[in-house]
Nanobody, 115 residues
Framework: QVQLVESGGGSVEAGGSMRLSCQAS????????MGWYRQAPQKQRELVAV???????NYGGYVQGRFTISRADAKYTVNLQMNNLQPDDTAVYYC?????????WGPGTQVTVSS
């Protein structure tokens, strides 16, 4: 089993910044991908950013240099620094770990950006 604990989130005004963190525990394989997806009301879940154990990174196309994903010093922890947030970034952000063909998800954390 894998557990994911998310922290961060909340409300911010447009142009502001926020950092999300996610720590995974349990049966973690040495090769995996961790990161974040998001889901806005009445929209499909979409990629925000993921990072592999080889430090390969993929961002959603709308990120456009505003977000940065990184691995923290703590084991199996990733951070997502989000800058210049816009109202369209309002969504529930879900942490995920993908390994051995399986994906695990955190409960999600709400990010609300007001104009």
């Amino acid at each position: 089993q894998v557990q994911l604990v998310e922290s961060g989130g909340g409300s911010v005004e447009a142009g502001g910044s926020m950092r999300l963190s996610c720590q995974a525990s349990g049966d973690i394989y040495s090769i995996h991908v961790m990161g974040w997806y998001r889901q806005a009301p009445q929209k499909q879940r979409e990629l925000v950013a993921v990072i592999s154990t080889a430090d390969n990174i993929n961002y959603g196309g709308y990120v456009q240099g505003r977000f940065t994903i990184s691995r923290a010093d703590a084991k199996y922890t990733v951070n997502l620094q989000m800058n210049n947030l816009q109202p369209d970034d309002t969504a529930v952000y879900y942490c995920t770990i993908i390994q051995q063909g399986n994906d695990f998800w955190g409960p999600g954390t709400q990010v609300t950006v007001s104009s």
